[in-house]
Each structure stands twice: as C-alpha cells, then as structure tokens.
C-alpha cells in the first residue's frame, strides 16, 4: 500500500513533535536543578524557581566547595573511576574471551557459575567480615577489587566475541601468537565498541557509589565525592555566611538549594564526559542486544 506525501509528511511532524516533549521531559528537571542551585535563599524559599535562576549567586557552590575534604573526595572518586573502569574492563574481557572459546572445559558450568551472584548474594554483614578479613577494610582498593566481574557485562563482552571472524584467530595462531596476545593486539582493538559500553556502565556506578564507603570506610581522607554529598545531604547540610556588625545575619544558604547543587556537581562531569564515548555506546549497545 502506497502511502501519501501528506501522510508520510503528517506521521513525520507527529514523531518530531513527541520526540521535542520527551526531550523537554528529560531535560526540565536538569534545568530545574540548575537554576535552584544558581538562585539565592530568598527565591528558593519562596518557591519561585522555574527554569531558570532568580537572585543569581554562587554561594552554594561556594558553600559545597569550601568543605574541608571536598576537592580530596573528587581525586578519590576520579581515581576509583579510572582505575576500576580500566579494572573491570581487564578482568571482565578476559573472562568473555575464556568462556567464547567452544573448547573451554566445563564452559557451560562456568557460564552458570558467573551468573549465580547476579540473582543471589551474600548480603551485607558476611561482605562486610570478608572485606574486613582480607584487609580491604579503610583501604582504596575495596573501590576496585571485589568489582572485577560483573556477570551481564561479560555476557554482553561474550556475544560480542562470538561474532568476531574465527579466522583472525586462526590465522594469529598460525603466526606463533597465545591467546593473551591474541586478546590484548587482535580481540580487544576490534571490540572497542562493546569495551566502551561496559567501560562507561562500570565507570558512572564507581562515579556514583556512595554505599560502599560509608559501610567500609571510616577514614575522611578516603570518603569519594559521591559518599561526602550525601552525606551533606542527609545532614542538611547548611552554610551561614559571617555576621553584620549588628548582630543579624546577611544571609543563610538554603539547604535544599545546597543538595541541588550538590546534585549538579555529581551530575556534570558524566554529562561532559560521555559525549566521547556515545558513537561506540550506541554501536555496541545494538550490537549486544541484536546478537543476544
């Protein structure tokens, strides 16, 4: 059945328009949070804020970063990012590449073994002993270690490893190369869109954890940026700026003006950084779910 101009034309100003309200339903909120955390104490209270700031100031910015293990925090969740992203990626990658070789002993109950964790845990309190008893208790590396297998993403890693050309493999064995070889120079550089979504998946919950410090972390210095917002946030958390001379007070911070701000510096730098990554996000996301 041949469909119309105006029709087609009709069906096309339609998807757009619905397409224009979902972004506006998705963005309103960020702009909200936004324009709160931009606005003084006086509009906030009084509930004026739309979308955009009223009484604009950078005092609650000012107040979230004057706090004495703010810019310490943000280097540790930058760090816990990097470094676990990179960490998974390895150990996760290496795990799909075992379990895609069809002459891996025991594959299948391998496969099963993996999934286990992601339907049944142990829960917090025989973590927190294990943590405690392999001395990963107050220490950065309970960030990165106990996160090196994530069952879906090595799925997700595996379906995409079986739709690479057996013959790169062969022809590289035929050529002297082991299968780390193979991996590090062959596997990985045509995976990298699958590797970019699985680096961005473990990179923005490293950036967003807070659980795990507060449950073993005691130390301030080893708190991430997420862990210390919280905890400004469930404390509500306030500023107030110094005295006038006769003894009233020139101006209070808002708390909730605070946790927005809070929200939108936990927020900004996944939004910067992801652009980067979305050729291969989108690519790879595809792929793994037309190939699962």
């Not at 961005?200 to 490293?206: D, I, K």
């Not at 404390?235 to 700026?241: F, L, N, T």
């Not at 910067?272 to 793994?288: A, R």
């Amino acid at each position: 059945m041949v469909v119309s101009k105006g029709k087609a034309l009709a069906t096309e100003i339609t998807l757009r328009v619905i397409m224009f309200l979902l972004c506006v339903l998705i963005v309103f909120p960020f702009l909200y949070c936004v324009a709160y955390s931009l606005s003084d104490s006086v509009a906030v209270a009084t509930r004026q804020i739309t979308f955009y700031p009223i009484g604009l100031t950078f005092k609650n910015y000012k107040d979230v970063f004057m706090q004495r293990n703010i810019v310490n925090s943000f280097f540790i969740s930058v760090a816990r990012t990097v470094l676990g992203a990179v960490y998974t990626v390895t150990v996760t990658g290496l795990a799909a590449y075992a379990i895609s070789k069809k002459t891996l002993p025991w594959r299948r109950a391998l496969s099963i073994f993996m999934l286990i964790p992601m339907y049944i845990s142990g829960g917090t309190i025989p973590n927190y002993v294990l943590m405690f008893k392999i001395g990963l208790y107050n220490s950065f590396w309970v960030y990165i270690l106990p996160h090196g297998i994530w069952a879906f993403n090595m799925l997700l890693m595996r379906t995409y490893f079986d739709g690479l050309p057996a013959e790169l493999e062969e022809a590289a064995h035929l050529d002297g190369a082991g299968d780390l070889r193979i991996f590090w120079r062959i596997i990985l550089p045509l995976s990298m869109p699958i590797v970019s979504v699985i680096a961005m998946y473990s990179g923005v919950w490293q950036w967003n954890s807070w659980y795990d410090a507060q449950v073993y972390i005691t130390k301030s210095n080893l708190k991430p940026l997420a862990a210390v917002l919280q905890q400004m946030i469930m404390s509500s958390y306030s500023s107030q700026m110094s005295l006038a001379s006769g003894g009233q007070v020139v101006e209070q911070s808002s708390p909730e003006a605070i946790r927005m701000a809070t929200l939108v510096i936990t927020t900004v730098p996944i939004v910067i950084v992801y652009p980067f990554f979305q050729k291969y996000f989108v690519q790879g996301v595809l792929i793994g779910a037309v190939k699962a």
